[in-house]
Nanobody
């Protein structure tokens, strides 16, 4: 059974930093998986903010240059380093994974999801 567990969310002031983690069990992060961080703010659609996969490294325009996606294969953990946080980054953040069949950036194909971690940025 695949389980993804996020942690690291919290409340910070604008300009601050947070690092989110997503620990996996039942699946081994490897070149056979696409991994993406999504977020959803109240009243807004879910958006993919950062993705990594075979030959893929993607950032949404709204976070490019501020967020960095990475993974530690030994720990089987995905990270999202978030710097220069803005109030508009406030959202529930989710990690998700899927096999490499189908495009990594086809966000409708993600099968495995974590429960989410809340990020709140105050001005």
């Amino acid at each position: 059974q695949v389980q993804l567990v996020e942690s690291g969310g919290g409340s910070v002031q604008a300009g601050g930093s947070l690092r989110l983690s997503c620990a996996a069990s039942g699946v081994r992060y490897s070149s056979s998986y696409c991994l993406t961080w999504f977020r959803q703010a109240p009243g807004k659609e879910r958006e993919g903010v950062a993705a990594a996969g075979p030959g893929v490294k993607y950032y949404a325009d709204s976070v490019r240059g501020r967020f960095t996606i990475s993974q530690d294969s030994a720990k089987n953990t995905l990270y999202l380093q978030m710097n220069s946080l803005k109030p508009e980054d406030t959202a529930m953040y989710y990690c998700a994974a899927k096999g490499v069949s189908g495009a990594c950036l086809d966000f409708s194909l993600y099968r495995y999801w974590g429960q989410g971690t809340q990020v709140t940025v105050s001005s």
